[in-house]
């Protein structure tokens, strides 16, 4: 089973420090998204590439998150200068163009603790 | 500002009852997809509907969209343990690839 891949699963950090998280999608996949997640909602939305170009932005991202897709494969997530309120699950989908075009494949999430 | 609204947010029930979900909007939507997420664990996709009036079945959930493209609704009959999680609808807008997410419905079935 080739799915969506996320590491680490877990991370713990200080407040302060940077941190990256990794995934990589289907292999077929050229669209891929990043949410974050807390406990009891939806995924809200931070960013999404299609291939290897950054399309979209949440309004809401701080500059201290960015996020790359090099070679339109793997994808990265950087959190610079962590704050206790960036503590959650960050989700990581894939999805490739096709008839049910929005169709969206999940990761299992990198979940983020800052102390 | 579009949005997708989830009831209930919460229900606990017995295995064996039915019960249904519901994901309404404002907005016409081009899809609709439900996903389930246990915890600590991504979401999965279930199903997603495309024509008004759709209705999906997947075992034992029923899934339908309405006639508009407006809202959805889930229901399981004879809810089991194993149907305990988190139940997300998205919808898809017509203009762009974002998906608009409901908050969820947390459903636990006790054995």
């Known amino acids: 089973d080739t799915g969506v891949s996320q590491n680490p699963r877990h991370k713990i950090t200080k407040r302060g420090q940077n941190v990256t998280f990794r995934c990589d999608p289907i292999s077929e996949h050229n669209r891929l998204y990043w949410y974050r997640q807390t406990l009891g909602q939806g995924p809200e939305f931070l960013t999404y590439f299609q291939n290897e170009a950054q399309l979209e932005k949440s309004r809401l991202l701080s500059d201290r998150f960015s996020a790359e897709r090099p070679k339109g494969s793997f994808s990265t997530l950087e959190i610079q200068r962590t704050e206790q309120g960036d503590s959650a699950m960050y989700l990581c989908a894939s999805s490739s163009p096709g008839r049910i075009f929005y169709e969206q494949y999940f990761g299992p999430g990198t979940r983020l603790t800052v102390t | 500002t579009q949005l997708l609204e989830q009831s209930p947010q919460f229900l606990s029930i017995q295995e064996g009852e039915n019960l249904t979900v519901y994901c309404n909007s404002s907005s016409v939507f081009s899809s609709l997809q439900w996903y389930r997420q246990e915890p600590g664990e991504g979401p999965v996709l279930l199903v997603t509907?495309?024509?008004g009036g759709e209705v999906k079945k997947l075992k034992r959930l029923t899934f339908q969209f309405g006639d508009a493209r407006k809202d959805s609704s889930l229901h399981i009959t004879a809810a089991q343990p194993g149907d305990t999680g988190l139940y997300l609808c998205?919808?898809?807008?017509?203009?762009?690839?974002?998906?608009?997410w409901g908050a969820g419905t947390k459903l636990i079935i006790k054995p």
């Open positions: 509907v495309v024509t």
């Open positions: 998205a919808g898809a807008p017509n203009s762009n690839y974002q998906l608009i």
